[in-house]
């Protein structure tokens, strides 16, 4: 029997906003960075929604930020997440995509999240979502602390590899299967596919998406996470707590710090 799969791109694809700069005004209440950072976040959430930003804009932004988490304590991080997550991510879900996850689904498709977020928030997200597989930029962590480099850069070529060896490793007819994403980074996992789909594009990913026929949807429903899918258990909701906090770090560090040594 042929397996299928659907890879989604998580922010702009399935939430309605950057998961890892969505945290800004929480970290300066907390003391993690002063005023000026949060501002200097603010404009790169406001380049990053508007999509007027560049592969090399965000590059240099994303160092800025990697720059500016790096060393801090874990444990405060993930106390400041704890107690503000929910205010973050509700309402984030686009409805129009949680509902194709579960049109693939019924249809016996295999649904994976392919995200640069952190793992520790990408995992409990999918799961939340029902997601079959989860691949997500995984941070390193030393005494406590971010450190600054990561483990996998799950970014741009290599989205487009962590597809081809899990289409290896479970078997999926990647010609057969689906891709949705909303970044022109993604094209190489977009040309993994035979169905792909620019959902939301930036404008370059729009204009490569009309010369190859690419189908465009416009996702604009965001709802509440938890309106969306069943109330998870304690546990996940702990798991939730403490991966969007690493998210955070791992999210906006892998940009600037781990790019040399991948070759991206």
Request: glycine share 8%; net charge negative; no cysteine.
């Amino acid at each position: 029997m042929t397996r299928i799969a659907a890879f989604f791109d998580l922010d702009k694809t399935i939430i309605a906003r950057s998961s890892t700069l969505a945290f800004s005004k929480h970290f300066q209440a907390g003391g993690l960075i002063t005023r000026a950072a949060m501002i200097r976040s603010a404009y790169t959430q406001f380049v990053y929604v508007v999509g007027g930003a560049d592969h090399d804009q965000m590059e240099k932004m994303r160092k800025s930020l990697s720059e500016m988490v790096t060393g801090w304590d874990v444990a405060t991080v993930k106390e400041i997440v704890a107690d503000t997550l929910h205010n973050v991510v509700d309402p984030l879900v686009y409805e129009e995509a949680v509902q194709l996850m579960e049109q693939h689904h019924a249809q016996g498709h295999d649904v994976i999240i392919v995200s640069a977020s952190g793992t520790e928030l990408v995992e409990p997200i999918g799961a939340m979502l029902g997601a079959d597989h989860v691949v997500a930029t995984q941070m390193e962590i030393e005494d406590g602390r971010y450190t600054g480099e990561i483990a996998l850069y799950a970014y741009r070529e290599e989205k487009a590899r962590a597809v081809q060896q899990l289409a290896e490793r479970f078997g999926y007819d990647l010609e057969q299967s689906y891709a949705y994403s909303d970044s022109i980074t993604d094209t190489p996992m977009l040309e993994e596919v035979g169905h792909a789909f620019a959902v939301n594009p930036d404008k370059d990913l729009r204009k490569v998406a009309k010369e190859r026929g690419w189908d465009i949807l416009v996702f604009n429903k965001p709802v509440a996470l938890r309106s969306r899918v069943l109330t998870p258990s304690t546990p996940t909701l702990a798991a939730l707590a403490v991966g969007g906090a690493v998210a955070i770090a791992g999210g906006v560090i892998w940009a600037g710090t781990k790019r040399r040594r991948l070759g991206a």
